[in-house]
Nanobody
Framework: VQLQASGGGLVQAGGYLRLSCAVSGHPTSRRYSFGTVAWYRQAPGNGREFVAD???????TYADSVKGRFTMSRDALKNMWNLQMSSLKPEDTAVYSC???????????????WGQGTELTVSS
C-alpha cells in the first residue's frame, strides 16, 4: 500500500489550499476496510500536532486551532482524503502528513500507515 500526500505550497495569509492524501494498492490480502484517517502537522522546531480526522462513518474532529477554517472530507471512490484549508495563517506553516488506519473485516487485523509529508508555507 502507498500513501501519497499532495497539495502543499506557498500561500499568502488569508488564502486557501487543499491537501490530498491518496491511497493506492492494498495493505493486505485479507478483506479490510478503512478506519480513521487523520492529518497531522509538524512545524519547524515543534513536535507533531493533530490537525483533523475523519472516521469511517464520516464523523470529523478538528484541533481547536483549525476549527472553522479547515474541513476534512473523503472521496470514497478515489480512496482519497482531502483537507480544505481556508483563512490560512502563518502559524499554519508546517509539513502536513496523513495517517491512514486499516482494519480487517471479521478479523482482528489492524494496520496504521503514514504518508510522506507535504509542506505548506503561509506568508504574512
Amino acid at each position: 500500500v502507498q500513501l501519497q500526500a499532495s497539495g502543499g505550497g506557498l500561500v499568502q495569509a488569508g488564502g486557501y489550499l487543499r491537501l490530498s492524501c491518496a491511497v493506492s494498492g492494498h495493505p493486505t490480502s485479507r478483506r479490510y476496510s478503512f478506519g480513521t484517517v487523520a492529518w497531522y502537522r509538524q512545524a519547524p522546531g515543534n513536535g507533531r500536532e493533530f490537525v483533523a480526522d475523519i472516521t469511517n462513518d464520516g464523523t470529523t474532529t478538528y484541533a481547536d486551532s483549525v476549527k472553522g477554517r479547515f474541513t476534512m472530507s473523503r472521496d470514497a471512490l478515489k480512496n482519497m482524503w482531502n483537507l480544505q484549508m481556508s483563512s490560512l495563517k502563518p502559524e499554519d506553516t508546517a509539513v502536513y502528513s496523513c495517517n491512514v488506519n486499516f482494519r480487517g473485516i471479521s478479523s482482528d487485523w489492524r494496520m496504521s500507515s503514514w504518508g510522506q509529508g507535504t509542506e505548506l508555507t503561509v506568508s504574512s
